[in-house]
């Protein structure tokens, strides 16, 4: 089992805005960061940090944090968004552990 | 431009060990923070293990903890990820990944190609 959970299945209309979600107690202190992964290829940062998106990552995609949860936000969703996300961050040990969220797969209609 | 390649797919027998790498090109691995992720088919992100250079030295997941050894061979830029006493539940794609451009923020910018580890009698 993973200490960060995330919906598994999440669908938006083309165009319009979605917001993926990460929930753990171990976010209250740290960030996630956020990867898109399709299918056959490996897993791309798209948020990282307060709300940092790396060189050539669409501004569409955006951060934020509350007490437990983690969200990543995608406004103005494009079909090539389909894809299965996740969270990632420290572990609640203290021990400067990693570990991912279950994952997301996102449905563009 | 920074690449990580990693070696090609391996086929092991249950009770076997495997040792892949992950080949550093265009830096320096000295200055990145090597990880590695697998990935079992049809499954999620799993953190396996890396280097921690808040204490200096490599952390591992607990699960792999006693069968998993990360190293680094600093003369090649090349980091190896080995994995024994193989089970059929170790099939997946395992992933090299460094946070070479976000040092410090816990992400991994950088991936692998990803290389297939199939466990199989």
């Known amino acids: 089992s993973s200490e960060l959970t995330q919906d598994p299945a999440v669908s938006v209309a083309l165009g319009q805005t979605v917001r993926i979600t990460c929930q753990g107690d171990?976010?209250?202190?740290?960030?996630a960061s956020w990867y898109q992964q399709k299918p056959g290829q490996a897993p791309v940062l798209v948020i990282y940090?307060?709300?940092n998106r790396p060189s050539g990552i669409p501004d569409r995609f955006s951060g934020s944090s509350s007490g437990n949860t983690a969200s990543l936000t995608i406004t103005g969703a494009q079909a090539e968004d389909e894809a299965d996300y996740y969270c990632?961050?420290?572990?609640?040990?203290?021990?400067?552990?990693?570990?991912f969220g279950g994952g997301t797969k996102l449905t563009v209609l | 431009q920074v690449q990580l390649v990693q070696s090609g797919a391996e086929v092991k027998k249950p009770g076997a060990s495997v040792k892949v790498s992950c080949k550093v090109s265009?830096?320096?691995?000295?200055?990145?923070?090597m990880h590695w992720v697998r990935q079992a088919p049809g499954k999620g992100l799993e953190w396996m293990g890396g280097?921690?250079?808040?204490?200096?030295?490599?952390i591992y997941a607990q699960k792999f903890q006693g069968r998993v050894t990360m190293t680094e061979d600093t003369s090649t830029d090349t980091a190896y990820m080995e994995l024994s006493s193989l089970r059929s539940e170790d099939t997946a794609v395992y992933y090299c990944?460094?946070?070479?451009?976000?040092?410090?923020?816990?992400?991994?910018?950088?991936w692998g190609q990803g290389t297939m580890v199939t466990v199989s009698s």
């Open positions: 990944a460094t946070d070479l451009a976000v040092a410090g923020t816990d992400a991994f910018d950088i």
């Open positions: 265009g830096y320096t691995l000295t200055e990145l923070s």
């Open positions: 280097f921690d250079p808040e204490d200096g030295e490599t």
């Open positions: 171990s976010l209250r202190s740290y960030y």
């Open positions: 940090g307060k709300n």
């Open positions: 990632n961050s420290r572990d609640s040990s203290g021990n400067h552990l990693r570990v």
